[in-house]
């Protein structure tokens, strides 16, 4: 099949290397019916990262939905994170649920995909060099983020890996850390989200894999939970990376339906 359309998508209305028109163009270029943006909720204590002013992020890309309609159904969503949820959801057509966040007792925020030494900084002062602790930490955010805000998507599940590659903080595979994954995961899974599989982390090179990874997954799969393909894209290059093989992990996961936004709403799709 062919993917048609995507949720998770960032501009230089936030921390994009493309215009939200030339977004909307590349999407048209790809042949996608409907196109989804998710700027960065407002958070004071980044604004590099994230979108400056929601009302005007509403109004530029409800303005570009008018100038597109009849070619491309443009949606308005937002990414929010725990620690900068958004001022007026009504004005929405989505959220997604991401943590990108840590914070400590002083009021500090330490980013969990920055950079290695800002990471690093976070496991010494919150959590003691426990980088074990930090990532429980991060799912058990993950969880009450979604419980408290019921996010439409789950962005990234395990963002936490960004910087973990060859287990330099801590080892994917044990138990203790697939428990608490797990424990995050169903406890998403029960408000009935769409969790998006996420080729951002392959197109950027932080990653060797999508989020999430295949043993959560599978877990998905088994519980019966509906996912989407999202490429995270942060420029118009990345709009459509790694879909087709996105599609064939689903498949080779025991997928048989892929959930596809379409006209204001997610409509399942045999794969």
């Not at 409800?62 to 990414?79: D, F, K, N, S, T």
């Not at 426990?130 to 969880?143: G, H, N």
Request: proline letters at 3%; aromatic letters at 12%.
């Amino acid at each position: 099949m062919l993917l048609t359309s995507s949720t998770h998508n960032h501009t230089t209305l936030c921390d994009g290397k493309s215009t939200p028109a030339e977004m909307a163009a590349a999407a048209l270029a790809a042949g996608f019916t409907d196109f989804g943006f998710s700027g960065h909720s407002c958070a004071p204590f980044d604004m590099e990262y994230a979108v400056r002013s929601e009302e005007e992020y509403v109004r530029i890309l409800r303005a570009l939905q008018a100038e597109y309609a009849g070619r491309l159904r443009i949606a308005v969503g937002m990414e929010q994170d725990y620690y900068a949820p958004v001022q007026d959801r009504a004005t929405l057509d989505y959220i997604i649920g991401s943590v990108h966040y840590l914070r400590d007792g002083a009021g500090r925020y330490y980013a969990v995909d920055g950079a290695p030494e800002d990471v690093d900084a976070c496991v010494a002062r919150m959590f003691g060099g426990d980088a074990l602790a930090m990532a429980r930490a991060y799912y058990a955010l993950v969880a009450e983020n979604v419980r408290r805000f019921h996010p439409e998507i789950i962005g990234h599940f395990d963002l936490i890996k960004k910087n973990n590659r060859g287990g330099r903080l801590f080892d994917e595979e044990d138990p203790a850390y697939r428990a608490a994954a797990l424990e995050a995961l169903a406890a998403c899974a029960e408000t009935g989200a769409v969790f998006e599989l996420n080729t951002g982390g392959l197109f950027r090179g932080s990653t060797d894999e999508p989020y999430p990874a295949r043993f959560l997954l599978d877990a998905l799969r088994a519980m019966g939970v509906r996912v989407t393909v999202n490429a995270d894209a942060h420029c118009a290059e990345a709009l459509c990376f790694w879909f087709d093989e996105a599609l064939a992990l689903l498949r080779e996961a025991g997928f048989a339906r892929v959930a596809v936004w379409e006209n204001g709403a997610f409509t399942d799709k045999p794969l």
